[in-house]
Nanobody, 122 residues
Framework: QVQLVESGGGLVQAGGSLRLSCAAS????????IGWFRQAPGKEREFVAG???????SYVASVKGRFTISRDNAKNTVYLEMNSLKPEDTAVYHC????????????????WGQGTQVTVSS
């Protein structure tokens, strides 16, 4: 099993930056794919970025060039560096874990954190 706790959310002006952290516990973290998802009010949860155990990454088109996902297996932590934030990035951000390869469907992930709110003001 993997337990996940997100942190780092907050209120930021458009154009600003935030770094989210996903701290994990559990024996299988180092071999897990970690995905970041977000859900805005009234919208479905969407894939934002994912990272494999050895650093392979994938991003949704709307965040490419602005967001960077990384992981530190020694610290059992995955990060999402978010730059040039836009009001449309406002959402609750969740990290999730699965074994295997990166998937964009949230149904493919087995473990979830509670989420952290990101609000970008215009």
């Amino acid at each position: 099993q993997v337990q996940l706790v997100e942190s780092g959310g907050g209120l930021v002006q458009a154009g600003g930056s935030l770094r989210l952290s996903c701290a994990a516990s559990g024996r299988t973290f180092s071999s897990s794919v970690i995905g970041w998802f977000r859900q805005a009010p009234g919208k479905e949860r969407e894939f934002v970025a994912g990272i494999t155990w050895n650093g392979g990454t994938s991003y949704v088109a709307s965040v490419k060039g602005r967001f960077t996902i990384s992981r530190d297996n020694a610290k059992n932590t995955v990060y999402l560096e978010m730059n040039s934030l836009k009001p449309e990035d406002t959402a609750v951000y969740h990290c999730a874990a699965r074994q295997g390869s990166i998937r964009v469907s949230d149904a493919q992930y087995d473990y979830w954190g509670q989420g952290t709110q990101v609000t970008v003001s215009s």
